[in-house]
């Protein structure tokens, strides 16, 4: 018996589809391939029938369809240039070959987006995505390796090249509608569970979908991009959609410049402590007056002398009260410039009370008040103290023993002039940090975890 010849054998690639167009075999519209021998499907932008391309490079009909045209956000096959991925060469041409419509549904609300497949011959697939309710765009690929779920308590996250990314939301997925060319059987009703795990700017993606070979499981890693910078990778007359609310990964913009911010408030507290020294050496601190042991009684009219003609200054009354007990002392201060007759008054209160409520006992009150005064023109003034004292159940009549002191001084130190810069120098980082933290809220609130703010 003669042998039989040896079959052939059964390839195992398809010849690469041709470029020129080819009819719908269902509605006779016309289609350019693009992805040459990787397309495994394509879904008529037409009607919406499947095909699959042949070895001949012909189409044939997998299902035929009958379904209303999508008008998205970008055409099928435009062509857009964008940076490359390693932040060096030149940029990189893609074409899109397929649009896919996707949507989740979160307590009774559809939330959908459009996903373009980009293709260039030589680099191979990106993914751009345009996120319908809030107007945000996304590119990315698909990841060589497989991210590393981290282990521990709180906050689900993964690790890829040594970068963190924490979980954001686990949703449904659900294909809507198709158009053009994919490497994979892409069917409207196609279902892939998400887990979307971010980094401002990136996120990873992990997509569970069940196969008749099993579960098949895809990783890919998306950066935000402005909707202008689609624009003009597509150079597309107009303006795109506007944006709403904080997208997914749209970059915290009261985060950025972190580093230069540290940086500055650095040399800016350098600069405010040198400028704190320089202005507290520069107080004399001068005693123009001082009396103690004055009662109640001993009134003080004399002359001083104020600073320097034509200059301000600033002083300072320290008033102290010995032997209060439940009562109070009080210095009514008057300076009357001898040249202007133009007076400055201020006053000083020293007090003590104490007592017991329930059973504890309590004290309060000042026996030495400091009052500062600024902007005292410099000059010749007539300095007046008038005391007065009172006591607990006795009116205004002076407690036995009280001894009071006064001391005027000029050219003193304004506290104030070396706190308000200093909070002003902190005010600044820590008004941007809760603005952040109010934009992180508002990113987070359309999460997994509404609670959450630090993204």
């Known amino acids: 018996m003669a042998a039989q010849a040896p079959s052939a054998p ?236 904080v997208a997914m990964i749209q970059p915290n913009p009261y985060q950025q410049g972190r580093a230069l911010t540290w940086i500055l408030l650095a040399v800016m507290l350098v600069a405010w402590l040198i400028a704190g020294i320089v202005y507290v050496d520069g107080r004399s601190n001068e005693v123009v007056v001082s009396e103690s042991n004055l009662s109640v009684t001993d009134t003080i009219s004399e002359e001083v002398e104020i600073g320097t003609k034509g200059e301000l200054t600033t002083v300072e009354f320290d008033f102290k009260a010995s032997g209060l007990s439940n009562a109070w002392a009080y210095a009514e201060v008057m300076l009357i410039s001898q040249e202007s007759e133009n007076a400055v008054g201020f006053g000083a209160t020293a007090e003590e009370w104490h007592g017991s409520s329930g059973g504890e006992s309590w004290r309060e009150g000042d026996q030495s008040p400091s009052v500062t005064v600024g902007k005292i023109p410099g000059g010749k003034y007539t300095l007046q103290i008038t005391p007065s004292a009172g006591q607990q159940g006795a009116g205004s009549v002076a407690p036995a023993g009280l001894k009071l002191g006064y001391t005027l001084r000029q050219n003193v130190v304004l506290g104030r002039y070396i706190v308000l810069p200093f909070f002003i120098i902190f005010g600044f980082p820590i008004f941007f940090w809760l603005l952040g933290r109010l934009y992180e809220g508002r990113r987070w609130s359309n999460s997994d975890y509404v609670s959450s703010s630090d993204g």
């Open 10 to 245: 059964r390839k195992l690639f398809r010849e690469e589809a041709q470029t020129g167009a080819v009819n719908c075999p269902s509605c006779g519209g016309p289609i350019e391939l693009h992805g040459f021998g990787a397309v495994e499907q394509v879904n008529c932008p037409y009607c919406g029938s499947e095909l699959a391309p042949q070895d001949s490079g012909d189409l044939q009909i997998v299902q035929a369809a009958q379904r209303a045209r999508r008008e998205s956000a970008l055409p099928l096959h435009a062509r857009g240039s964008f940076p490359a991925s390693d932040g060096k060469s030149k940029p990189e041409e893609f074409e899109i070959i397929g649009i896919m419509w996707r949507e989740c549904r979160v307590d009774g609300v559809v939330y959908p987006w459009q996903e373009f497949l980009l293709y260039n011959p030589y680099i191979g697939y990106r993914y751009l995505m345009f996120t319908m309710t809030d107007g945000s765009w996304a590119i990315g690929q698909t990841l060589d390796g497989a991210p590393q779920l981290e282990t521990g308590m709180g906050h689900r996250k993964v690790s890829f090249a040594k970068e963190k990314f924490k979980h954001f939301q686990t949703s449904v997925a659900i294909v809507s509608y198709v158009e053009g060319e994919f490497p994979w059987q892409a069917r409207v009703g196609d279902q892939a569970v998400t887990h979307d795990f971010v980094k401002p700017p990136f996120s990873m993606s992990i997509e569970e979908a069940a196969t008749e070979a099993g579960q098949d499981v895809n990783f890919t890693k998306m950066r935000h991009i402005e909707g202008a910078e689609v624009w003009a990778a597509f150079k597309l007359p107009g303006a795109p959609p506007r944006t709403s609310g």
